[in-house]
C-alpha cells in the first residue's frame, strides 16, 4: 500500500509546552486522516480526524492542520500534560476508501 | 460496555501449530478490520470485512485466513505460525463504509515458540 511517514519517533516535551507530530501521505485519493493515541497497554483510540474538505480542526488543546497541495497533516497538542504521554499514530486512507495506512507512531513523553 | 472484545489477551502458540483469534463486537458495525502490530511499529492492515465481503491486502502472507460468520464475530486463522508472526493483532470495527472512525479491541499478543 501507499506510506505514511511519521516524525519525530520520539518526542519529549516539558509539562505545558506544545507538541507537534507531522506526517506525509503518498496517496493523493487520499481524504481522510485520524489520529490515534495509544496509552502502553491499551488500544489505539481515535483523538482526532481531519477530512480532505478541511484545512483545520480543532478540538480543545488539540488541533490537527491539513495541506492536500504538499500532502503533509500535523498535531498539534497545547498546553502539554503528563496524561498526554502515549504513543501517536497518525493514519491515512487508502484512496477514498476506508482502509487505513498508519504511520510509525511517536512517542510523547511529557516530564513534569 | 467493552464494545470490541478480543480473546484471547495473551496467545502463546508452537511454531508451525494452527492458532484462531477471536473478536467479537456489540456496536453492530458492519465493518471489521484485522491489524497485525509488530514492536515499535504501526498497525498493518491484514484483511477487512464489509458485512459478508472479504477483502484481503496484496501483501498478507496466504498463512493468514479470516472468517467471519456473522455480524458480531471475527476470527483470524493463522494456519502454520512462524516465528516472525509474533505480535499484536488488533481488532477494529468501523460503522460503514466512508471515513468513520474505528473503534479498536484490546488486541491478543501473540507467542511463538
Known amino acids: 500500500g501507499e506510506n505514511v511517514e511519521q516524525h519525530p519517533s520520539t518526542l519529549s516535551v516539558q509539562e505545558g509546552d506544545s507538541a507537534v507530530i507531522k506526517c506525509t501521505y503518498s496517496?493523493?485519493?487520499?481524504?481522510?486522516f485520524p489520529w490515534y493515541k495509544q496509552e502502553l497497554g491499551k488500544r489505539p483510540q481515535l483523538i482526532i480526524d481531519i477530512r480532505s474538505n478541511v484545512g483545520e480542526k480543532k478540538d480543545q488543546r488539540i488541533a490537527v492542520t491539513l495541506n492536500k497541495t504538499a500532502k503533509h497533516f500535523s498535531l498539534h497538542i497545547t498546553e502539554t500534560q503528563p496524561e498526554d504521554s502515549a504513543v501517536y499514530f497518525c493514519?491515512?486512507?487508502?484512496?477514498?476508501?476506508?482502509?487505513?495506512?498508519f504511520g510509525k507512531g511517536t512517542s510523547l513523553l511529557v516530564t513534569p | 460496555d467493552a464494545m470490541v472484545i478480543q480473546n484471547p489477551r495473551y496467545q502463546v502458540t508452537q511454531f508451525g501449530k494452527p492458532v484462531t483469534l477471536s473478536c467479537s463486537q456489540t456496536l453492530n458495525h458492519n465493518v471489521m478490520y484485522w491489524y497485525q502490530q509488530k514492536s515499535s511499529q504501526a498497525p498493518k492492515l491484514l484483511f477487512h470485512?464489509?458485512?459478508?465481503?472479504?477483502?484481503n491486502e496484496a501483501d498478507t502472507p496466504d498463512n493468514f485466513q479470516s472468517r467471519r460468520p456473522n455480524t458480531s464475530f471475527c476470527f483470524l486463522d493463522i494456519r502454520s505460525p512462524g516465528l516472525g508472526d509474533a505480535a499484536m493483532y488488533l481488532c477494529?470495527?468501523?460503522?460503514?463504509?466512508?471515513?468513520?472512525?474505528?473503534?479498536f479491541g484490546p488486541g491478543t499478543r501473540l507467542t511463538v515458540l
Open positions: 496517496d493523493s485519493a487520499s481524504n481522510y
Open positions: 477494529a470495527t468501523s460503522r460503514d463504509l466512508g471515513q468513520n472512525e474505528q473503534f
Open positions: 493514519a491515512a486512507s487508502i484512496g477514498s476508501g476506508y482502509a487505513l495506512n
Open positions: 470485512y464489509y458485512d459478508k465481503d472479504f477483502n
